[in-house]
């Protein structure tokens, strides 16, 4: 995703975050270099936590790789696009 798609979709009213293998301070630092307010940063493993968190109607988490995104974000009840799909943005004609 590009950061001006972030910035749409947080325009949007949705709240936005990443959840990585990278470390979380590395995660933070990328937020913070593009002047982007996070809701949150956290390891994939703690996908189930930020749904926890947030009360939504549907979350998403858009990754690049199978054996971790995809199977992450959908044992915690996300819907997953993969890259090329997140471009198209469906998440805003909800």
Not at 5 to 16: D, F, H, S
Not at 44 to 63: M, R, S, T, W
Request: net charge negative; proline share 4%; with cysteine.
């Amino acid at each position: 995703m590009t950061m001006e798609l972030v910035k749409k979709t947080q325009k949007a009213g949705i709240l936005v975050g990443s959840c990585s293998d990278r470390p979380i301070s590395g995660q933070r630092a990328i937020w913070e270099k593009h002047g982007i307010a996070y809701d949150f940063a956290v390891s994939k493993h703690q996908l189930p936590d930020v749904k926890a968190k947030f009360e939504a109607d549907i979350y998403y988490h858009i990754g690049d790789r199978e054996d971790l995104d995809r199977q992450y974000a959908l044992a915690a009840g996300f819907e997953f696009f993969w890259p090329d799909e997140a471009v198209t943005e469906p998440w805003l004609s909800v």
